[in-house]
């Protein structure tokens, strides 16, 4: 779960409390913790109060929390891109800025990285 001041940078790679999946285990959505909830908590109602929206997310976000296939289910997010919903323990606008410091980073990859030789 993100705490007002933790750094969204932190929320891409966090440290895994839970044990990795074995290979082959299966379609990663099949293991989800949010299959056994109800789907309301992860998407937003129509015309929700900001303090509705906000308690609905931070709920959605402790059962991400628990999740033994959390990193997967936010890199689907991010790979789709999944426009609303809290998805991986983000919520839509934290992974659109996640997008943007990954492209930012992207960027500067392709300007640090020597240019091919010609031959």
């Known amino acids: 779960m993100l705490q007002p001041h933790q750094p969204l940078l932190d929320a891409v790679a966090p440290p895994q409390r839970i044990p ?3 290979q ?3 379609p990663w959505h099949s293991e989800a913790v949010c299959r056994r909830d109800e789907a ?3 998407f937003a109602p129509s015309k929700e109060p900001t303090a509705a929206r ?5 709920a959605a976000k402790r059962v991400c929390a628990r999740c033994p296939v959390m990193v ?3 890199e ?3 790979l789709q891109p999944e426009p609303y919903g809290v998805w991986g323990g ?3 606008a934290e992974r659109r800025v996640v997008l943007a410091r990954r492209r930012r980073r992207d960027t500067e990859l392709q300007r640090t990285m ?3 030789a010609a031959g």
Not at 54 to 58: F, M, P, Q, V
Request: hydrophobic letters at 40%; proline letters at 4%.
């Open 20 to 22: 990795a999946r074995e």
């Open 24 to 26: 082959g285990a299966g």
């Open 40 to 42: 309301g908590l992860f």
């Open 54 to 58: 906000l308690s609905r997310e931070e």
């Open 72 to 74: 997967e289910c936010r």
């Open 76 to 78: 689907h997010a991010l």
């Open 90 to 92: 983000l919520t839509a």
């Open 114 to 116: 020597p240019v091919a």
